[in-house]
């Protein structure tokens, strides 16, 4: 029997400096991912948006860092709901922009750990996120949550990431904008990286199903972490980070049918949705469809839509 669907709002934009990000649990909401959800037969438990704790004192490792003491402090809050709604069902976090995946993967991680099982990270994003807060530029924690889940240092100030994932653990898949500084620390490690060029050469399915295959040969927890940019802009504009060259709306709803016939997902993002930068919701509707399609909808149940 499939758990339960738990809805988990993540009300966050301090990761970065466009403000938008906090209202995305709530375009989800009226969006219809609940009743998407539903409408497969899923019992949905919409649990409200997490709230951040009283904020830690800290003293920044370098200065620029924004917002360090409520990104940690929203870390915190996450990997306890994360890992609690692991006992009970399927997570699913509504951002709010990407910092929120420094608490969901490290809260993955742990129930992971706690189940004796490894944990492996899909990373759907147009960037790789693999500053840490010494080598960030812009200071946008939003950046740094992969570095963060592989154990990398600087991160002082963090809880210590629980069991962090060995490089191959971690895919980062359709990649298109990638810092000097983190081209290099990516050399040094073994992150799987399917890129936009690797994806134009040999398609979605078998670098997906290369990486699938090695989540299901160590009998892996698998969380999913999909960026609204992961999607070209033309299709997805309400996002602050627009990168062109993206995926296409049918790539993408491959991808999640993959996952999806996988059976391997035990928990997904939805991240960095800025509905103040959407057209009539197009972005946020097109997001809850493919929520809907890692949750086993198929491409001839979803209903034709217009954005009058």
């Not at 870390?75 to 890992?83: G, H, P, R, Y």
């Not at 620390?185 to 990486?211: K, N, Q, T």
């Amino acid at each position: 029997m499939r758990k339960t669907c738990i809805l988990i709002g993540a009300p966050i934009d301090t990761g970065q400096r466009r403000p938008g990000c906090l209202m995305g649990p709530a375009a989800y909401r009226v969006a219809g991912l609940g009743k998407a959800l539903t409408d497969l037969g899923l019992e949905v438990q919409d649990r409200g948006d997490v709230t951040c704790g009283p904020l830690p004192e800290v003293t920044a490792a370098r200065p620029g860092l924004h917002a360090l003491p409520e990104t940690i402090g929203w870390t915190m809050a996450l990997t306890e709901a994360v890992d609690r709604a692991l006992d009970e069902g399927f997570p699913i976090v509504m951002g709010g922009d990407h910092s929120l995946a420094l608490g969901t993967v490290a809260g993955a991680a742990a129930h992971a750990a706690a189940e004796g099982r490894p944990l492996f990270l899909l990373w759907l994003d147009a960037h790789s996120d693999f500053h840490t807060l010494l080598t960030t530029t812009s200071g946008n924690l939003h950046g740094v949550p992969v570095a963060y889940a592989a154990g990398r240092d600087g991160f002082d100030g963090f809880p210590p990431f629980p069991a962090p994932l060995p490089a191959d653990r971690i895919c980062l898949f359709g990649i298109r904008s990638v810092d000097p500084e983190e081209h290099a620390a990516l050399l040094l490690h073994e992150v799987s990286i399917i890129d936009m060029r690797v994806i134009d050469e040999f398609g979605i399915c078998a670098p997906m199903r290369g990486f699938l295959d090695r989540v299901r040969e160590a009998n892996g927890m698998l969380h999913v972490s999909l960026d609204v940019d992961f999607i070209d802009p033309s299709h997805a504009p309400a996002v602050g980070t627009t990168v062109p060259g993206g995926t296409t709306v049918r790539e993408a709803h491959l991808v999640m049918e993959l996952l999806h016939e996988s059976g391997l997902v035990t928990s997904l993002d939805l991240v960095e949705l800025n509905p103040f930068l959407d057209e009539r919701g197009r972005t946020a509707r097109l997001m809850v469809e493919l929520a809907a399609s890692i949750m086993g909808r198929k491409v001839f149940d979803r209903p034709t839509r217009g954005f009058g």
